[in-house]
């Protein structure tokens, strides 16, 4: 498995999790039954992502990866009309957020940033998706060698705006778009030692520049990023601090709360605070900072539902990964570039609900956006293809 791959990243939170219930366990933090039932949800999640093989030897069934029939026909120009229509998308809504909330990297929190009502969220959605239509189409169009110079130009202006975004998720968006285009070309995902000497000066540099610190410093606080990976179950689960949370909707409608808030069917206050700002405010009382954890999977099942929800749910998600993973590249994808786009979408979405499904289910609403976005760029290009 790569560090492309979207999977990757989750895989590597569940080895963290694992530390972090142990580490819990033998200071006698948590009891024999919190260990019991968070080491088995890690574990079968991880059974869910090996149930179609996707951790096999050749890693996914390129032989069966059809090749889209327009991709020598209208496959370059294709990714350059969304190139550029999600370039102008993307810059505008970064000016808009820069002009009306300010640069978030210079805020307390930059959860902040899209916070208030009035509608603003809705540039939180659109950057996303732009960013994602960006940089896959820089990308696709990178790896077939097209105006290679503007590309990196792209690539790097995004990277630095990302860090006045204060995201650290630039370089992932990247590395994942890399991993989706050979894979969609049907070409093995190799990853170099170079690339990966890269990423790691990007995130130094990025704490060095966010946290005004030298490089070692910067370091350790990556090292403790890591760590984050675990933080709810220090904050949850020690004196059950999670009995004390204020839970009011079930299961599903937490899971889906960004989906019935944005149709309107359901207020946003019905919901009350995020859960991990709850969780964060039982260990800091007088916070006043939005901030929180990731809650993870097992730990949002296991409020909602009980230990069978946390145990059930870790293995159907890391089945559905894994079926996507395995054989989403052959069935989903290969008869359009317009596919290409809208599963890769998914995936990269998907594969984040093991850190935090609730985020997920909120991007993956996301689409909505994206199949708008790509619409109206279809209607455009393939009314300037016939004019012409």
């Given at each position: 498995?790569?560090?492309?791959?979207?999977?990757?990243?989750?895989?590597?939170?569940?080895?963290?999790?694992?530390?972090?219930?142990?580490?819990?366990?033998?200071?006698?933090?948590?009891?024999?039954?919190?260990?019991?039932?968070?080491?088995?949800?890690?574990?079968?999640?991880?059974?869910?992502?090996?149930?179609?093989?996707?951790?096999?030897?050749?890693?996914?069934?390129?032989?069966?990866?059809?090749?889209?029939?327009?991709?020598?026909?209208?496959?370059?120009?294709?990714?350059?009309?969304?190139?550029?229509?999600?370039?102008?998308?993307?810059?505008?809504?970064?000016?808009?957020?820069?002009?009306?909330?300010?640069?978030?990297?210079?805020?307390?929190?930059?959860?902040?940033?899209?916070?208030?009502?009035?509608?603003?969220?809705?540039?939180?959605?659109?950057?996303?998706?732009?960013?994602?239509?960006?940089?896959?189409?820089?990308?696709?169009?990178?790896?077939?060698?097209?105006?290679?110079?503007?590309?990196?130009?792209?690539?790097?202006?995004?990277?630095?705006?990302?860090?006045?975004?204060?995201?650290?998720?630039?370089?992932?968006?990247?590395?994942?778009?890399?991993?989706?285009?050979?894979?969609?070309?049907?070409?093995?995902?190799?990853?170099?030692?170079?690339?990966?000497?890269?990423?790691?000066?990007?995130?130094?540099?990025?704490?060095?520049?966010?946290?005004?610190?030298?490089?070692?410093?910067?370091?350790?606080?990556?090292?403790?990023?890591?760590?984050?990976?675990?933080?709810?179950?220090?904050?949850?689960?020690?004196?059950?601090?999670?009995?004390?949370?204020?839970?009011?909707?079930?299961?599903?409608?937490?899971?889906?709360?960004?989906?019935?808030?944005?149709?309107?069917?359901?207020?946003?206050?019905?919901?009350?605070?995020?859960?991990?700002?709850?969780?964060?405010?039982?260990?800091?009382?007088?916070?006043?900072?939005?901030?929180?954890?990731?809650?993870?999977?097992?730990?949002?099942?296991?409020?909602?539902?009980?230990?069978?929800?946390?145990?059930?749910?870790?293995?159907?998600?890391?089945?559905?990964?894994?079926?996507?993973?395995?054989?989403?590249?052959?069935?989903?994808?290969?008869?359009?570039?317009?596919?290409?786009?809208?599963?890769?979408?998914?995936?990269?979405?998907?594969?984040?609900?093991?850190?935090?499904?609730?985020?997920a289910f909120s991007n993956l609403n996301n689409m909505f956006?994206?199949?708008?976005?790509?619409?109206?760029?279809?209607?455009?290009?393939?009314?300037?293809?016939?004019?012409?």
């Amino acid at each position: 498995m790569s560090i492309s791959d979207p999977c990757f990243w989750g895989v590597l939170s569940v080895f963290f999790s694992l530390n972090m219930i142990i580490y819990l366990f033998l200071v006698d933090m948590i009891s024999e039954f919190h260990l019991f039932v968070f080491l088995l949800s890690q574990v079968l999640y991880i059974v869910g992502l090996m149930l179609f093989d996707p951790f096999a030897k050749k890693r996914i069934n390129y032989s069966v990866v059809k090749k889209p029939r327009e991709a020598a026909d209208i496959g370059n120009s294709y990714f350059y009309f969304v190139l550029f229509f999600s370039l102008f998308i993307y810059f505008l809504a970064v000016f808009v957020v820069f002009a009306f909330s300010g640069i978030p990297l210079l805020m307390e929190s930059r959860l902040d940033t899209f916070s208030g009502g009035g509608g603003f969220g809705v540039f939180s959605r659109i950057l996303d998706v732009s960013s994602y239509l960006l940089i896959f189409s820089s990308v696709s169009l990178l790896v077939r060698k097209k105006a290679v110079g503007l590309q990196i130009l792209i690539l790097m202006s995004f990277v630095a705006i990302s860090v006045l975004m204060a995201s650290k998720s630039a370089v992932l968006l990247i590395l994942f778009s890399y991993f989706l285009v050979l894979s969609y070309e049907g070409k093995k995902v190799r990853v170099s030692k170079r690339q990966i000497f890269l990423l790691l000066v990007f995130l130094t540099g990025f704490y060095v520049v966010v946290n005004e610190v030298d490089v070692f410093t910067a370091f350790l606080y990556m090292l403790q990023r890591g760590v984050k990976f675990a933080d709810v179950y220090f904050m949850a689960l020690p004196n059950n601090n999670y009995e004390n949370l204020n839970v009011s909707s079930n299961i599903l409608e937490a899971l889906m709360g960004d989906f019935l808030g944005l149709t309107r069917l359901y207020s946003w206050s019905d919901f009350g605070e995020p859960l991990g700002y709850q969780i964060f405010n039982t260990v800091h009382e007088n916070n006043t900072i939005s901030q929180g954890p990731n809650v993870r999977l097992d730990i949002f099942a296991f409020i909602y539902g009980g230990p069978g929800y946390s145990i059930s749910l870790s293995l159907l998600f890391g089945a559905v990964i894994s079926y996507c993973r395995s054989r989403g590249f052959s069935l989903i994808v290969g008869e359009s570039i317009f596919s290409r786009y809208i599963f890769g979408f998914i995936y990269i979405k998907i594969c984040t609900v093991v850190t935090d499904p609730v985020l997920a289910f909120s991007n993956l609403n996301n689409m909505f956006f994206l199949l708008f976005i790509l619409f109206f760029i279809a209607i455009f290009y393939f009314s300037s293809k016939k004019n012409a």
